[in-house]
């Protein structure tokens, strides 16, 4: 089966609905942080990272240097990394001339959709989706800066939940037909709140040291003669 | 250029790069059985380290709302399937427990 322009843009849909909350949030915050309506949207079409931007704004306000800034970034989008190299094996090679453009608009969302979607992914597929999660990111943001302030505070915050449960939504059906999904997914939380409040770890990090480690005890543990049904 | 923009710049760059690599090294190369085992546990392993301990500070002025927010998406996403009407959903009944909570204040 074969995945093109409408099942892009259906997937699409909570994606749009999680991130432009968020994005209006961002755009409201840089307003109120200080920085013009320009480089509040420059910040959402150039780097379009809703955390990285978030901490950028709370150190921009806290007086941080550029340096620590940018590292902070780098450290916290590591994770799409190791997320680009799974999607990657996934994504066939007639998609490699569009890889530069595929590859900007990965984020934690697009990467869940489309590393769960079954059948083949076409480019058409993969930057539609993408198309929709930018377009709601970047609108958000413009919104937000222009318009924030007339959203009730509960509507805003009751949209905090909307990515938390797309994420849940994707989990459930694997977990489903699929024991080890759930292991691995539980045992990466887990792990992730010990190394995060236990040893106090930033956030970025402790993302990918859950993702790297139990990944690796899941290829120890399981058996050879497994063969993953990944469509 | 004024500091805010070579910000951004540097941003973009560090946010990009980190994206762009795996597509410029994995494509077209055959990888050993382990690894792409290990590459296809990411996403499950991804989700859970994105889900927890995230999910119980997604409205932190009210934990129980969220909580019961995912709830739903949970038991709708187990019964039914499809993710639209289960983040629809949450949001919906998180919206209602904080109207509960603190009626209608703007």
Do not use: C
């Amino acid at each position: 089966m074969k995945n093109g322009l409408n099942d892009g843009i259906i997937d699409g849909i909570p994606i749009f609905i999680g991130y432009v909350p968020i994005a209006i949030a961002f755009g409201i915050l840089s307003k109120n942080v200080g920085i013009s309506m320009t480089d509040s949207v420059l910040f959402s079409v150039l780097v379009f990272a809703g955390a990285s931007q978030f901490i950028a704004l709370n150190l921009l306000f806290l007086g941080a240097g550029i340096g620590e800034i940018v590292l902070t970034t780098l450290m916290l989008n590591f994770r799409h990394f190791l997320m680009g190299a799974s999607l990657a094996t996934k994504i066939t090679n007639d998609l490699k001339r569009w890889s530069p453009l595929i590859a900007f608009g990965i984020t934690d969302e697009v990467f869940s959709v489309a590393s769960f979607k079954k059948g083949i992914i076409t480019k058409k597929y993969i930057l539609s989706l993408e198309f929709l999660a930018y377009i709601a990111w970047v609108s958000g943001t413009v919104l937000g800066y222009l318009a924030g302030g007339i959203l009730p505070d509960m509507v805003k915050s009751s949209m905090g939940v909307a990515l938390y449960a797309m994420f849940v939504a994707i989990l459930i059906p694997e977990a489903k037909k699929y024991n080890k999904a759930i292991i691995l997914a539980i045992l990466s939380g887990v792990t992730n709140t010990l190394f995060r409040y236990g040893f106090s770890m930033p956030q970025g990090w402790s993302i990918v040291i859950s993702i790297l480690l139990v990944s690796f005890l899941g290829v120890i543990f399981s058996n050879k003669e497994e063969v993953l049904k990944y469509e | 250029m004024n500091s805010q923009l070579l910000l951004i710049f540097s941003m973009m760059l560090v946010t990009y790069i980190p994206r762009l690599l795996p597509f410029i090294m994995i494509l077209e190369k055959k990888l050993p059985s382990r690894l792409v085992k290990f590459l296809q546990y990411i996403p499950y392993t991804a989700l859970g380290a994105l889900i927890i301990p995230g999910v119980f500070s997604a409205i932190p002025e009210m934990p129980q709302a969220s909580i019961l927010g995912i709830g739903f998406s949970f038991v709708y996403a187990w019964y039914r399937g499809g993710i639209i009407v289960s983040v629809l959903g949450s949001v919906l009944v998180s919206f209602l427990l904080l109207f509960m909570k603190n009626g209608f204040v703007f």
